[in-house]
């Protein structure tokens, strides 16, 4: 939690409308490090695209995964970040 605390306070301090911390649990033993959940990973949103992309040139690499469960009760939402176990 410490350190997905530290993502939502760097993500408002640049108004970027960040939800959280959550805490969640990974779906399989594979999961593990910075990882971006959405619904379909084969039809990545915009967003999400950008958003791996972007951490990517600062030198994190995120896995995107899909969501365990459905996410009819967040509409809107399109993809969350997951801090998962260290690899």
Do not use: C
């Amino acid at each position: 939690m410490r350190f997905a605390a530290k993502f939502v306070k760097t993500f408002r301090d640049a108004g970027i409308n960040a939800i959280g911390p959550i805490p969640g649990y990974p779906s399989a033993e594979n999961q593990t490090g910075l990882m971006i959940g959405m619904k379909d990973i084969k039809n990545i949103p915009d967003d999400a695209a950008l958003f791996m992309t972007t951490m990517d040139k600062v030198g994190f690499t995120v896995t995107p995964v899909e969501w365990g469960t459905d996410d009819t009760n967040n509409p809107g939402i399109d993809f969350d970040l997951f801090i998962g176990p260290k690899p």
